[in-house]
C-alpha cells in the first residue's frame, strides 16, 4: 500500500504566502510523477502544479509565476510554495502521485486526503 500524507494547509490573508508538502511512503519502486490539485466548493478538481522525476514542471496560467513545485527523491517528498495568495486560491489542496509499486507492475495513480488552504481577503 502507498500512503501519500499532505501537511502545510492553513488561513492566510491575501498577498501572503504558504508551503505544502506531501510524503509518500509505503510500497515505492519508482515514481514518475507527483503533483497538486486543487478543489474549490462547487468547482471540479483542477491541476495547480505538477513535477516529473526529470524534474520537468507544469503549472496553469493562474498559479504561474506565484507557485513554485519542487521536490526531494530521496524523501519522496513534493512541496508546493505559494506566493502572493488571492482569496480565489481557496480550496482543498490534494497531492497526486504516479508510480509503480514493483517493477512488474503498471503505473497506479495516488492520492492524499487533502489539504485545506484559505486565503482571506
Known amino acids: 500500500q502507498v500512503q501519500l500524507v499532505e501537511s502545510g494547509g492553513g488561513l492566510v490573508q491575501a498577498g501572503g504566502s504558504l508551503r505544502l508538502s506531501c510524503a509518500a511512503s509505503?510500497?515505492?519502486?519508482?515514481?514518475?510523477?507527483m503533483g497538486w490539485y486543487r478543489q474549490a466548493s462547487g468547482k471540479q478538481r483542477e491541476l495547480v502544479a505538477r513535477?516529473?522525476?526529470?524534474?520537468?514542471?507544469n503549472y496553469p496560467d493562474s498559479v504561474k509565476g506565484r507557485f513554485t513545485i519542487s521536490r526531494d527523491s530521496a524523501k519522496n517528498t513534493v512541496y508546493l510554495q505559494m506566493n502572493s495568495l488571492k482569496p480565489e486560491d481557496t480550496a482543498v489542496y490534494y497531492c497526486?502521485?504516479?508510480?509503480?509499486?514493483?517493477?512488474?507492475?503498471?503505473?497506479?495513480?495516488?492520492w492524499g486526503k487533502g489539504a485545506l488552504v484559505t486565503v482571506s481577503s
Open positions: 497526486n502521485a504516479d508510480l509503480y509499486e514493483d517493477r512488474w507492475s503498471r503505473v497506479m495513480a495516488y
Open positions: 513535477i516529473t522525476s526529470g524534474d520537468i514542471t
Open positions: 509505503g510500497r515505492i519502486f519508482r515514481i514518475n510523477a
